[in-house]
């Protein structure tokens, strides 16, 4: 085998212990006002798995509460401060950041060969609003916490009693701000900063994904921002623009709020899709198939997701007519999400599969997608959604899609990029227990939960009927053992910060760019603009025994 | 403005920061339309959904306040002189830039002062009542003058860089960015002020 670099310009992996974005400057004042977009990444990665536990906790307490009939360990209105808490932190404060913000900050600019986004200012701020909305967060726990449901529904959000509505409101709205100014950057620098070579469809899927979800976050939730901004102005004011006791209508601060709440299901799920592609093509270590397909299917996702908002409305009144034309878009979603998972398995058929932490995330994500999918076709039945509407079947569905396909997104993407993250190597053997172990404990969970709602659970309830509790009870152990899946990979990850093996540049064998960068990358990305090739050819990557990572290996030129 | 690292400038040309820069605007530009339009919308939905019951207006109050057509044409004689500035400082001609600028600043502010004093018509006859004719009236006016103030702000800091004129690119970007915005708020306070006055008919 011939070992001759075809760009002798990639670093090896002993150069970034001496300067890499991590040590380049030193100190906390030097992390909270970077304007290095690979912070950043790191500050929003560090915060969301932070909130992530906490809203796992508060999910926890849920579950176990649900394990008997009546009280089993908390009053039921702490009940309801704590479901309304694990949705409204797991949305806001989770999922919705998750890919954008954590790993897209962290992968775009290096992906697109570029130094940094395109306004690094901008980018520092979106950050600081997000700390500012978790800080709101915590005001209102301290104000007294919320029972209103993540939805914020009226009337009863401006007229319940709980004394910590108005500050995580105020909360939403900003961390909505954090939200749009993230997706106009991502826009600009996808549109402005390409190097040369970097045509439109030179660019990695992930990339695509994140473009078509800045679309949603620039378009979508500034009408989330007026419709809370009206909230806080009703419970203030005692105006009654959503009251229907003052002349107002209830039924459009639903219209408002879905208009953004289900585009931003997209903002969760798309990005998530894009890491998918990466995943699976990389670690089948085979040419994407189909790529302008995906590529164009992300962008059909965004765009569907603007006229379907009224499924959620199904048993809200609206006019049949809207009712129908909102189910038959809904189900024409369904079409380019299968064209994604398509591609995906042809892409799997005859690749060179490594089965490893990423791959198996990526598997288990298209199970899970599948399932959360295709379940989604029932809720967008008119006549099975007046039966399914508000049961456990819909917070079934929904954890299939946010959770079991956005999130085991995340956590897969996660392990993918740590080594260029981190610069260090986790524990592969623990990574695909504990994956397995999610995997498990996830469908324990919520498959029961598709059963309970079908036989008629409603959602949200403190208390229920005795024939249920057997689903409560399996669905809680599912929790546990997921919850110990988590723990687990907290631990193994770090662990791996104190004594993982040092990261090669390309560990996994990816062609993009951010694998010509060392692990950790240097502090300027690039120092000149780098090569462009196809980001899904993986023929000359060959595994290198000695740097224990893979390296470009030149085709021998062909003789004549 | 590059950031101060010159090594991890991510624009290869002051050019091309300075095209980012205005499709940043544009996508700015986008969101505030979003939020208007938004509240456009639930106005409209709020009082097309009273249909003819009685009570939208309560008996005996005022229509709009005739303030609103002072207001308006103060904002459209703004957006004339930030267009004439704009056209002045492209030409190099930064006094005359200078001039307008401060013109366009000073009819900002007196719009903002008419807008008060249609707020205070209304709010003699209307004070703080059930109802969502002057509610709404309220809201959607502050919520206009709000995003008039905040860029009044801007136009600040935009014509002290022009005065101080060290970087005369930068601050006719800085101009550009502002005028955008100022036709901007201009068309929706058309659009804001025809949807009360159709909404205003009892």
Same mark, same amino acid.
């Given at each position: 085998?011939?070992?001759?670099?075809?760009?002798?310009?990639?670093?090896?992996?002993?150069?970034?212990?001496?300067?890499?974005?991590?040590?380049?400057?030193?100190?906390?004042?030097?992390?909270?006002?970077?304007?290095?977009?690979? =912070?950043?990444?790191?500050?929003?990665?560090?915060?969301?798995?932070?909130?992530?536990?906490?809203? $796992?906790?508060?999910?926890?307490?849920?579950? *176990?509460?649900?394990?008997?009939?009546?009280?089993?360990?908390?009053?039921?209105?702490?009940?309801?401060?704590?479901?309304?808490?694990?949705?409204?932190?797991?949305?806001?404060?989770?999922?919705?950041?998750?890919?954008?913000? /954590?790993?897209?900050?962290?992968?775009?600019?290096?992906?697109?060969?570029?130094?940094?986004?395109?306004?690094?200012?901008?980018?520092?701020?979106?950050?600081?609003? #997000?700390?500012?909305?978790?800080?709101?967060?915590?005001?209102?726990?301290?104000?007294?916490?919320?029972?209103?449901?993540?939805?914020?529904?009226?009337?009863?959000?401006?007229?319940?009693?709980?004394?910590?509505?108005?500050?995580?409101?105020?909360?939403?709205?900003?961390?909505?701000?954090?939200?749009?100014?993230?997706?106009?950057?991502?826009?600009?620098?996808?549109?402005?900063?390409?190097?040369?070579?970097?045509? #439109?469809?030179?660019?990695?899927?992930?990339? #695509?994904?994140?473009? /078509?979800?800045?679309?949603?976050?620039?378009?979508?939730?500034?009408?989330?921002?007026?419709?809370?901004?009206?909230?806080?102005?009703?419970?203030?004011?005692?105006?009654?623009?959503?009251?229907?006791?003052? $002349?107002?209508?209830?039924?459009?601060?639903?219209?408002?709020?879905?208009?953004?709440?289900?585009?931003?299901?997209?903002?969760?799920?798309?990005?998530?899709?894009?890491?998918?592609?990466?995943?699976?093509?990389?670690?089948?270590?085979?040419?994407?198939?189909?790529?302008?397909?995906?590529?164009?299917?992300?962008?059909?996702?965004?765009?569907?997701?603007?006229?379907?908002?009224?499924?959620?409305?199904?048993?809200?009144?609206?006019?049949?007519?809207?009712?129908?034309?909102?189910?038959?878009?809904?189900?024409?979603?369904?079409?380019?999400?299968?064209?994604?998972?398509?591609?995906?398995?042809?892409?799997?058929?005859? $690749?060179?599969?490594?089965?490893?932490?990423?791959?198996?995330?990526?598997?288990?994500?298209?199970?899970?997608?599948?399932?959360?999918?295709?379940?989604?076709?029932?809720?967008?039945?008119?006549?099975?959604?007046?039966?399914?509407?508000?049961?456990?079947?819909?917070?079934?569905?929904?954890?299939?899609?946010?959770?079991?396909?956005?999130?085991?997104?995340?956590?897969?993407?996660?392990?993918?990029?740590?080594?260029?993250?981190?610069?260090?190597?986790?524990?592969?053997?623990?990574?695909?227990?504990?994956?397995?172990?999610?995997?498990?404990?996830?469908?324990?969970?919520?498959?029961?939960?598709?059963?309970?709602?079908?036989?008629?659970?409603?959602?949200?309830?403190?208390?229920?009927?005795?024939?249920?509790?057997?689903?409560?009870?399996?669905?809680?152990?599912?929790?546990?053992?997921?919850?110990?899946?988590?723990?687990?990979?907290?631990?193994?990850?770090?662990?791996?910060?104190?004594?993982?093996?040092?990261?090669?540049?390309?560990?996994?064998?990816?062609?993009?760019?951010?694998?010509?960068?060392?692990?950790?990358?240097?502090?300027?990305?690039?120092?000149?603009?780098?090569? %462009?090739?196809?980001?899904?050819?993986?023929?000359?990557?060959?595994?290198?025994?000695?740097?224990?990572?893979?390296?470009?290996?030149?085709?021998?030129?062909?003789?004549? | 403005?590059?950031?101060?690292?010159?090594?991890? &400038?991510?624009? /290869?040309?002051?050019? /091309?920061?300075?095209?980012?820069?205005?499709?940043?605007?544009?996508?700015?530009?986008?969101?505030?339309?979003?939020?208007?339009?938004? *509240?456009?919308?639930?106005?409209?939905?709020?009082?097309?959904?009273?249909?003819? &019951?009685?009570?939208?207006?309560?008996? $005996?109050?005022?229509?709009?306040?005739?303030?609103?057509?002072?207001?308006?044409?103060?904002?459209?004689?703004?957006?004339?002189?930030?267009? =004439?500035?704009?056209?002045?400082? =492209?030409?190099?001609?930064?006094?005359?830039?200078?001039?307008?600028?401060?013109?366009?600043?000073?009819?900002?502010?007196?719009?903002?002062?008419?807008?008060?004093?249609?707020?205070?018509?209304?709010?003699?006859?209307?004070?703080?009542?059930?109802?969502?004719?002057? #509610?709404?009236?309220?809201?959607?006016?502050?919520?206009?003058?709000?995003?008039?103030?905040?860029?009044?702000?801007?136009?600040?800091?935009?014509?002290?860089?022009?005065?101080?004129?060290?970087?005369?690119?930068?601050?006719?970007?800085?101009?550009?960015?502002?005028?955008?915005?100022?036709?901007?708020?201009?068309?929706?306070?058309?659009?804001?002020?025809?949807?009360?006055? %159709?909404?205003?008919?009892?």
């Amino acid at each position: 085998m011939t070992t001759l670099p075809a760009r002798p310009a990639a670093p090896t992996y002993d150069t970034p212990e001496s300067d890499n974005y991590l040590i380049h400057d030193k100190g906390i004042p030097s992390w909270l006002l970077t304007l290095d977009h690979k =912070r950043i990444g790191v500050l929003y990665t560090v915060g969301v798995l932070l909130s992530f536990f906490v809203g $796992g906790i508060f999910a926890m307490l849920v579950r *176990t509460e649900l394990l008997t009939p009546g009280r089993t360990i908390i009053d039921a209105e702490t009940y309801n401060h704590f479901f309304t808490l694990h949705g409204a932190v797991m949305v806001f404060l989770v999922i919705i950041p998750s890919i954008p913000a /954590a790993l897209g900050n962290f992968v775009l600019p290096i992906m697109l060969g570029a130094k940094d986004v395109a306004f690094p200012r901008l980018n520092l701020f979106s950050y600081h609003l #997000w700390i500012s909305g978790a800080i709101c967060t915590v005001v209102s726990l301290v104000m007294g916490s919320f029972d209103t449901g993540w939805t914020f529904y009226t009337p009863y959000s401006t007229t319940t009693t709980a004394g910590g509505v108005i500050p995580v409101i105020v909360g939403v709205f900003i961390l909505g701000f954090s939200s749009i100014f993230t997706g106009l950057n991502f826009i600009v620098t996808i549109h402005k900063l390409r190097p040369p070579g970097m045509t #439109w469809f030179r660019m990695p899927l992930f990339l #695509w994904a994140l473009y /078509a979800t800045a679309l949603i976050q620039v378009l979508a939730t500034p009408v989330l921002a007026i419709t809370l901004a009206l909230v806080v102005v009703e419970r203030i004011a005692n105006i009654g623009i959503f009251n229907p006791a003052m $002349g107002g209508d209830p039924v459009l601060y639903q219209h408002f709020f879905w208009f953004y709440s289900h585009p931003a299901v997209y903002i969760m799920i798309v990005p998530a899709m894009g890491i998918i592609s990466e995943l699976i093509a990389v670690h089948s270590h085979r040419q994407i198939f189909g790529y302008r397909f995906i590529a164009f299917s992300s962008v059909a996702i965004a765009i569907f997701s603007f006229i379907v908002w009224g499924h959620h409305m199904f048993t809200s009144g609206q006019s049949s007519l809207m009712n129908t034309l909102f189910s038959a878009i809904s189900f024409s979603v369904a079409i380019p999400s299968a064209v994604k998972i398509f591609n995906w398995i042809c892409t799997l058929y005859k $690749g060179s599969i490594s089965l490893n932490t990423p791959m198996l995330y990526a598997l288990a994500f298209i199970v899970l997608f599948t399932i959360g999918g295709l379940t989604g076709l029932h809720l967008a039945t008119l006549n099975t959604d007046v039966h399914l509407h508000d049961t456990y079947f819909v917070v079934a569905h929904f954890h299939y899609v946010m959770m079991g396909s956005a999130l085991i997104a995340m956590v897969g993407g996660l392990h993918h990029w740590w080594p260029k993250i981190t610069g260090r190597m986790y524990n592969e053997k623990l990574g695909m227990i504990a994956c397995a172990i999610v995997f498990v404990g996830f469908n324990i969970t919520f498959f029961t939960q598709f059963m309970l709602g079908s036989h008629g659970m409603p959602r949200r309830y403190y208390d229920y009927q005795p024939e249920f509790q057997i689903y409560h009870v399996i669905s809680t152990i599912g929790s546990y053992i997921m919850a110990s899946g988590f723990l687990l990979t907290a631990m193994y990850l770090v662990q791996s910060l104190v004594s993982g093996k040092r990261a090669p540049a390309n560990p996994w064998g990816g062609a993009t760019l951010e694998w010509e960068c060392a692990s950790p990358p240097p502090y300027y990305n690039f120092h000149e603009a780098p090569k %462009v090739g196809d980001p899904y050819d993986f023929s000359n990557l060959h595994w290198d025994e000695r740097g224990e990572g893979y390296v470009t290996v030149k085709p021998p030129a062909a003789k004549a | 403005m590059p950031i101060s690292d010159p090594a991890r &400038e991510p624009f /290869a040309t002051p050019q /091309a920061r300075s095209s980012a820069g205005l499709l940043g605007m544009w996508l700015f530009l986008v969101v505030i339309a979003m939020v208007f339009v938004a *509240t456009m919308m639930a106005y409209l939905v709020v009082r097309l959904g009273t249909g003819d &019951e009685p009570g939208w207006r309560p008996d $005996g109050s005022p229509g709009l306040p005739w303030e609103l057509i002072l207001s308006t044409l103060l904002l459209a004689a703004s957006s004339w002189t930030m267009q =004439r500035s704009l056209a002045a400082a =492209r030409s190099d001609r930064d006094d005359r830039a200078i001039t307008s600028a401060w013109a366009t600043f000073a009819l900002g502010w007196a719009f903002v002062a008419v807008q008060g004093l249609g707020w205070s018509q209304m709010w003699r006859a209307l004070p703080l009542q059930d109802s969502l004719y002057a #509610w709404t009236f309220y809201v959607l006016t502050a919520l206009h003058a709000l995003h008039v103030l905040g860029g009044l702000g801007a136009m600040y800091a935009v014509i002290m860089r022009l005065v101080k004129s060290h970087d005369h690119h930068e601050a006719v970007l800085g101009l550009t960015k502002c005028t955008m915005y100022w036709h901007t708020l201009a068309v929706i306070w058309l659009a804001l002020y025809a949807t009360l006055w %159709v909404g205003s008919f009892d």
